[in-house]
């Protein structure tokens, strides 16, 4: 990939570029010194460096606004486009063309987190105080804490529970760190987790009630190759992947046609 020999600053500086000028269609040095906090001759020095690399004529120079301006023949340098730039360089502007939605669910504590972690480095069983939905009441509980997952917006713990002899997923924030953690032990006797060591292969098309217009802009919104959309997670995972793609709504886009245990294969075991 262009600038691969660089120093990693001004590689960094540069990738910054490619990705305004692919988004925006102009950049000036000044887009360099205001990102970068670097000095005029400096930003002098990082166009120099990316019109060498580019195809002869990509940009071309605007005197009165001192503005260098993408042409036909831009490519980018540095791979594929995402939206995550493009969050990216809006984060950045001064004017107000974004904006994020708060997400309630982001607070979670360092006080909980760590001791689990510790205990999982060291294949630790660990007594909590959780405070389950299906419970009214909390519960003291042995679990040997074996991996983390993430949904995509909290971490869940997943762990070997002594207390119900089953593997269950905790969500850390309802373990309460005042009244657990103090008592710890060897993890023995944890059995294989077979749900963790499945695939769970879904196959998501887009709702019957839908007209053919909603369907066919569904399938462009989450990127339909074939009939059918293929999402393969780990099983204990599936309710989660149900959820965050909408499938358990009232209304929802799409639907779960089937769904396929397989077990993940020893190579793939090695591999994670």
């Not at 995550?84 to 950045?92: K, R």
């Not at 060897?186 to 987790?193: L, Q, S, Y």
Request: a neutral charge.
């Amino acid at each position: 990939m262009a600038f691969d020999d660089l120093k990693h600053a001004q590689k960094q500086r540069l990738e910054y570029l490619d990705r305004l000028l692919f988004w925006d269609g102009a950049a000036t040095r000044g887009s360099l010194i205001e990102r970068f906090g670097i000095s005029n001759p400096q930003a002098a020095l990082d166009f120099k460096t990316y019109l060498h690399a580019s195809e002869t004529n990509a940009l071309k120079y605007d005197a009165s606004s001192k503005k260098y301006h993408t042409t036909e023949r831009f490519t980018r340098l540095t791979g594929r486009a995402t939206t995550d730039e493009l969050e990216e360089l809006l984060s950045g502007k001064k004017r107000a063309f974004y904006d994020v939605l708060p997400d309630l669910q982001r607070t979670q504590n360092v006080r909980v987190f760590r001791p689990l972690y510790r205990a999982l480095l060291a294949g630790e069983a660990i007594k909590i105080v959780y405070q389950s939905m299906r419970d009214p009441e909390p519960e003291t509980r042995w679990i040997a804490p074996l991996r983390f997952a993430s949904d995509g917006v909290r971490l869940h713990l997943r762990a070997w529970c002594y207390t119900r002899q089953g593997f269950r997923d905790f969500i850390p924030s309802r373990i309460d760190p005042t009244q657990s953690f103090a008592e710890r032990r060897n993890a023995e006797d944890v059995p294989w987790d077979d749900d963790w060591y499945t695939w769970a292969v879904l196959q998501l098309r887009p709702h019957r009630d839908l007209t053919q217009d909603q369907k066919r802009v569904v399938r462009i919104e989450f990127g339909f190759e074939d009939e059918c959309l293929e999402i393969r997670v780990r099983k204990p995972l599936e309710f989660y992947t149900k959820r965050r793609w909408g499938l358990d709504q009232e209304n929802p886009r799409l639907e779960c046609v089937g769904c396929n245990y397989v077990p993940i294969s020893e190579e793939e075991i090695d591999e994670s």
